[in-house]
């Protein structure tokens, strides 16, 4: 095996290590307040972020015992504006916040139920929706299809476009000089593979060793690595343990003409089985014969409990097109122009990894699940903060759990497992 040479680069306030919309929210949070970071990653953005759909659903991704997630989600939704703002003035590059909200519609009188029990379920955790008549919903989305049994508005569900956002992210990562104006540097994103973390006779994480032989001094790293291929990185780092397992998602973006797609956010369930769809704003079309007028529009998701192969399934593309047709007819006449097969980050408990980890100098970013674009500008705050020590203090809502942040704690999973004796039951 060739071992490359060893090269000395820069030292780093901070190394993360992953470069998707969660990673790059990390650093550039934290290039702006002034701390040297360098992002390592072979293909920034090519995990989950490129998949993403970009639905900012903190009200119509809650789900039965999980409240906790949703009290993390509506935190960060409710960062989303200034977020995308502030970011949209870093880098000069639009990230497609759409304000309109989600329509979520039921297609038969079984999935109408379904629709009510999750309705029921945010009024209980006072989350922001309202049933509608079938012909209020389609007064304000006329594209929706003709067969409904019903629909409910959320007006705080948004979207943005992820690969604009991981563009203008990327931009502003490079071009950040730090707030405080005396340091150089700002961030770098190096497009090579973290291999090694290198711990001191303390026991603190001091550098990243990269797979071309460079060694990355730091003085802090944060893991933002979602579902790596290779996940070899803390086999050699005892009392870190960030449990990720892979849910594999499906989505498809259309490239609609004028006049075909919705205005909203539309979510449905068909026949027991929950699809979205998520226009973007003219002009995002994408492939032959597309034009200004153009939208892209993506189509999700398939959730499957297993790796990420990178297989797009015919099966899982003719019934995400055959329900979200159910719901959006117009889409029929839409061109397909990109399906994408990843995996989403998951945890055992389907809350978050954020923060400080068990060895010194070694922080996590992941595990997103669901809701990673969601969850970035939360998670870059809090990282930021625990980075700091409190010297960039994360200010949340009056109305959080004051132990918001306490649930993603990464050490929840980081109970020490011995080596079982020679020839013991495993
Ligand atoms: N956030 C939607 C999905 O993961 O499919």
Avoid: C
């Amino acid at each position: 095996m060739h071992v490359p040479e060893q090269r000395e680069l820069p030292a780093r306030d901070v190394v993360v290590v992953g470069g998707g919309i969660v990673g790059l929210s990390v650093a550039w949070r934290a290039a702006r307040a002034g701390l040297t970071v360098t992002v390592l990653d072979p293909s920034p953005g090519d995990g989950a972020t490129h998949a993403a759909a970009g639905m900012l659903a903190a009200v119509t991704e809650a789900d039965f015992g999980e409240e906790h997630l949703t009290r993390l989600n509506l935190a960060s939704a409710a960062r989303w504006p200034a977020f995308a703002a502030d970011l949209a003035a870093a880098s000069g590059q639009d990230v497609g916040l759409q304000r309109r909200g989600t329509l979520a519609v039921a297609y038969d009188r079984d999935d109408l139920a379904v629709l009510r029990r999750v309705l029921a379920l945010h009024r209980r955790w006072g989350l922001a929706s309202a049933e509608v008549p079938v012909a209020e919903a389609r007064r304000r989305e006329p594209f929706l299809g003709p067969r409904l049994a019903g629909a409910a508005l959320v007006d705080g569900d948004r979207a943005v476009d992820p690969r604009a956002v991981h563009a203008a992210l990327t931009r502003a990562l490079v071009h950040a000089d730090g707030r405080a104006g005396s340091r150089a540097g700002g961030g770098a994103l190096v497009r090579r593979a973290a291999v090694r973390l290198e711990q001191d006779h303390a026991g603190r994480v001091v550098a990243v060793h990269d797979d071309a032989g460079g060694r990355h001094t730091a003085g802090a790293v944060v893991l933002a690595t979602g579902t790596p291929r290779d996940d070899t990185l803390l086999d050699g780092v005892p009392g870190v343990r960030l449990p990720v397992r892979p849910v594999k998602g499906l989505t498809l973006r259309l490239d609609a003409g004028p006049g075909l797609t919705p205005e909203h956010v539309v979510r449905g369930i068909v026949q027991g089985r929950p699809v979205y769809v998520v226009p973007r704003p003219a002009g995002t079309g994408t492939g032959p014969g597309s034009g200004p007028e153009h939208r892209e529009v993506v189509v999700g998701a398939t959730s499957d409990e297993r790796p990420d192969d990178r297989r797009a399934e015919a099966g899982s593309v003719f019934s995400l097109l055959r329900d979200a047709r159910a719901l959006v007819p117009g889409l029929d006449e839409a061109a397909l122009v990109d399906v994408t097969p990843r995996a989403r980050p998951a945890t055992p408990d389907n809350l978050p990894l954020i923060g400080a980890t068990a060895v010194p100098g070694l922080l996590a970013a992941t595990g997103h699940g669901r809701n990673g674009v969601l969850l970035a500008p939360l998670t870059a705050d809090a990282v930021l903060a625990a980075l700091t020590d409190g010297g960039v203090p994360l200010r949340l809502p009056a109305d959080a759990p004051a132990d918001l942040l306490g649930a993603a704690d990464p050490r929840r999973f980081a109970t020490t497992t011995r080596r079982a004796p020679e020839g013991a039951p495993a």
